[in-house]
Every structure is written in structure tokens, then in C-alpha cells.
């Protein structure tokens, strides 16, 4: 069942913007804040995608954005599932797709849309590729946004105009499902399928977990072969620990002083801040919190550090470290705009808009292990160009296991797939919802991580007590890397 909560809209609606609030209420904020600025007239209609369930103050809703549309999902959703549910409830001619709302503009959103209905085309995708815009015809003739979107990456307008089907043929028959959609009850999905040269619509009575593990099923069976059913299974490390000795890694254990994290924790007033996985109630926040105190004490963060969070995804650490430690901190993601736009860094980890020297000390919590392809050599390179001499890198978790793996979950990947290195078993997870998740063994973490080092100092910590903390806490190892200093 979703729970709609929404403020009144004109009757004629130009355009919806569908987007999802994912699972940071800052980032949210960021997002309203950004369509506030835009003052879009009532003819345009923003519609989130709550499908976190993250505490909304409607009464701060309304009085940034009047015309609002939240709906509220009984389970979380994956991309395309978000839009279809977006789009089921909205009124606009055009379906604006968000995927970041931080790197445009109220003109850019006008321009596209002129464009559209100028140029005949049933699909826009913007220039940075943060959103498409797509005629609502054009979206029940493709059967939804799946295929449209895989993952997190949109599809160029080439492969979408190449979807499309006979639209003037099935006009009247999309209209009825376009209606029947408004109407339809949770659990059923209806869609309109497309051919070449001929459109079949039609009506799929699966449930909802029917249909997503069906798709699900397809999609495992496309991908190459060695994969598993199911996660990476948890281990002790003690193995793993017992092979890195023997191939001559620095191993050094590391005891949680469980009293001073705690004291960390009330320095910080991390309890106090909704916006930081939740609150000291969230699921996340023990181990998160966890990391980021480890990463302080293990780089030693001081007033004069320039500090780099690498992979950040707009994660809070940032402001936390610098009011911590006073020091100055950036944040660093793929998915920022290029170059340097304050504290923030956009483009590839492996290759920063930044000149050599540019940071004393960087972090990656929960990021290494998301760098496909040979984006984690690179970063190991360019991490000793970018640090100043004295500089200090820490990675945590590092995720080490038996055999050389990466983590799945079909459902998020995009047509086509992603390359994984062929000597990687794929663990294939229901419900990861992340494309790539690296598991080093010791041979691999040699040739891909200590052979790149180039100079840099590698300390692998052992963490031992880290459920002493919090029984969900299971920060294991943690790869520490200095230039030209000792520990």
C-alpha cells in the first residue's frame, strides 16, 4: 500500500519531476532546497520517492516548495521501480527523471522540455547526464522505465530512442493503461510492451515480489559464469590474517577502545544529528560511526590537515571531522559535478582535478570496494601523487576473503552489465542494491594494491573487538597507507 501526502496541484500540469529521496534526509534537504531555488510555477510538478521512510517535516515541505507531491512506499524500491511509481501518480504531460537534482538549472529544465516538443523526439537527456525527460506516451509505449535505467547510470538517448516502438498505433490503447494505472492497486503492475514495428499492451497480474524475482532470475542468468546464489559468506579473518603474514604484509592488531569511542561520540554529539545515518537509533549508525572514528584516530586528524573524503556521496563525516578537528576537509565522489566546486571534487578517484601535494589525509569508509574495473590500482597510484610527503591514506573495511570476489545484485545492474574481472567469483545478493562490491584475497590484494604502491608505506590493521561496540559492527581489517612516514 503507498500513502500518499500531497499538497494541492493546478489541474494542468505541464511537467512531473519524479525523483527519489533516497536514504539521506540531508541529501533531500539539498534537493528541495535546489527546486526551491528554481521557483518553479505551479505547472510543475516535484514528486518524491520516499521510499526509505525518512521523517519528513511537512510543515518545512510546504513552506519551501507549495506544489509537492510525497509518496511513501511500504517497501523500498529499486530505480525503476521509484520512477513507474512516480509516474503512476503524476499529472504532467512530460516525466522528468532525476538522477541529480544538485548540477541544474530552472533553464536547462525549460530548455529540454522546449527542445522536446520541438524537435519530435519522445526523449531528452541533459548534457551531464543528471536527468532525462521523456513524453508520457513514450514511457507506457516502452513498458515503464525498465531498461531505461540500469542501476544508477542512464542510458544514452540513442539506445532510448531505439526502444521506441509504434507509438501512434497503440495511442488510444496507452491511454487506458495510463488511466488504469492511476487507478491501479498496489501489487499489480501494468505495462505496455513494444515491438518492432507493432505494439502489444498488456496487463501482468504478477505481485509485485513476483515480478521483481522473475527479473531478478533473468537477470543472474546473464551473467557469466563462476557465481553464486547469495552473499559473501562472513568469516573470522583468521585465515586471511595468517596468509597475509606468510606473504609478508605489515599485520598489526588494533583493540577499540570501546570508552574513548564513546567519548568520540559525545564530542562529536553524533546523537544528536538526525542527519547522520539516522540518528543514534539508525541501523546504520553504530558501524558507520564506528568506521569514521577508527579512520580519525588511525590518520590522526589535526587543525592543520587537509583532509579528502574519497567516495563520499555526500556523506556527513565531513562537516563532523571539521568541527572535530578543525580541519579542512573535501569530499570527493564520481558523482559530483567535474573539477573542484568548493569542498567538492568531481570526477574519477583515479585521476583528481587536483594539482600534486594537494591533501595530507585521506578516507574511504565503505568506498574501495565500490571501484570496478582497475579504478582501485589507479587510486592506489594516484594517492601517492596527491598526498604531501608525511601524507596518510586509510581504507576501511577492507574487505579480504578466501578467494578473489565481488558482490552483486543483478537487479541494479544496467542492459548489458559491467565488466567483472574474469578470475572473480560473482556473489550474487538479493537486496545488495550495489553493482560492485570487491573482496580481495591475498594474491589480488598484492598484485592490485601493494604492487601499486609506488613508494607508499601499507599497515593492515586486524580489528578484534569490534563487536564490542555494537553486535552489528563487523569492521574487520583496515589498510593504512603512508608517504615516506613511519607508524
Known sequence: MINNTEVEVEATVRCSIILTGGNDSSRLSAYLRTLARMKLSGSYEPIIINDQRLQIDQRQLRALLPVLKVLNPDRPLRQEQSFDTGAMAAKGKYLLLVKSLLSFDKLVLQESIKDLETSGEKVSI??????????????????????????????TAQDLRQTDGTVDACAQTVDRIMTAQSRAPSGEAITAN?????????????????????????????????????????????????????????????????????????????????????????????????????????????????????????????????NLYRCKTYQQDLSYPAGINGDMIGGDAGAMPVPDGFATKMGLHC??????????????????????????VCILPLYLF??????????????????????????????????????YDVPHLISRVRNALNGLGLVIY?????????????????????????H
Not at 551531464?128 to 513514450?138: G, K, S, T
Open 126 to 155: 541533459s548534457a551531464n547526464e543528471n536527468f532525462a525527460l521523456v513524453e508520457r506516451l513514450h514511457y507506457a509505449t516502452v513498458g515503464g522505465f525498465r531498461g531505461m535505467f540500469g542501476g544508477s547510470d542512464l542510458a
Open 194 to 322: 513494444c515491438t518492432a514495428g507493432a505494439t502489444l499492451c498488456k496487463t501482468d497480474s504478477l505481485s509485485t515480489e513476483e515480478q521483481f524475482d522473475r527479473e531478478w532470475q533473468y537477470k543472474y542468468s546473464l551473467l557469466r559464469e563462476p557465481k553464486v546464489r547469495g552473499g559473501i559468506p562472513h568469516t573470522d579473518g583468521v585465515g586471511v590474517e595468517l596468509e597475509l603474514k606468510r606473504n609478508n604484509f605489515m599485520v598489526r592488531d588494533l583493540v577499540i577502545d570501546v570508552a574513548d569511542y564513546w567519548k568520540y561520540i559525545e564530542a562529536a554529539e553524533l546523537y544528536k544529528l538526525k542527519r547522520y545515518y539516522g540518528g543514534y537509533d539508525g541501523s546504520s549508525f553504530p558501524e558507520k560511526s564506528l568506521e569514521h572514528y577508527l579512520a580519525a584516530k588511525l590518520l590522526k586528524l589535526e587543525p592543520d590537515d587537509i583532509y579528502v573524503d574519497v567516495g563520499s556521496m555526500h556523506s556527513p563525516v565531513v562537516q563532523v571531522y571539521h
Open 367 to 392: 568506498s574501495f570496494e565500490h571501484f570496478e574495473r582497475d579504478s582501485d590500482i589507479r587510486f592506489i597510484v594516484e594517492a601517492g601523487r596527491v598526498l604531501r610527503p608525511g601524507g596518510r
Open 402 to 439: 578466501s578467494h578473489y570476489a565481488i558482490q552483486t545484485d543483478p537487479a541494479v545492474l544496467p542492459e548489458g552489465g559491467i565488466e567483472f574481472e574474469p578470475d572473480a567469483v560473482l556473489y550474487c545478493k538479493k537486496g545488495y542494491r550495489n553493482r560492485h562490491g570487491r573482496f
Open 462 to 486: 586486524s580489528v578484534t573487538n569490534a563487536q564490542q561496540v555494537h553486535p552489528s559492527c563487523s569492521v574487520r581489517f583496515i589498510a593504512v597507507l603512508d608517504k615516506n612516514s613511519a
